[in-house]
């Protein structure tokens, strides 16, 4: 069994960041790929940033330039480097990974930029 747990979150003002952690605990072996999702006030969950076991990224567009995913393969954890944060930032963070065909979801952690 695999389990994911965000931490991180919170109030920000905009053009501030923060810094988002997922990690990842239970047995498992290589995990390729890991994922952030956001889900903001009644819409549907969007997939924001993807790291892959090569280091290789994506982000969406609408975050691109401004977050920053990465890993530590070692601690089997996630980042999600948040700068320059905007009021249509606030969500709930999800991280995310695909493993032998299921995937794996965190509780999720709230962020939300307001002055």
């Known amino acids: 069994q695999v389990q994911l747990a965000e931490s991180g979150g919170g109030l920000v003002q905009p053009g501030g960041s923060l810094r988002l952690s997922c990690d990842v605990s239970g047995t498992f072996s290589t995990i390729k790929t890991m994922r952030w999702f956001r889900q903001a006030p009644g819409k549907g969950r969007e997939q924001v940033a993807q790291i892959y076991a090569g280091e290789n990224t994506w982000y969406a567009l609408s975050v691109e330039g401004r977050f920053t995913i990465s890993r530590d393969n070692a601690k089997s954890t996630s980042y999600l480097q948040m700068n320059s944060l905007k009021p249509e930032d606030t969500a709930v963070y999800f991280c995310?990974?695909?493993?032998?065909?299921?995937?794996?979801w965190g509780q999720g952690t709230q962020v939300t930029v307001s002055s």
């Open positions: 995310n990974i695909p493993y032998q065909g299921q995937e794996y």
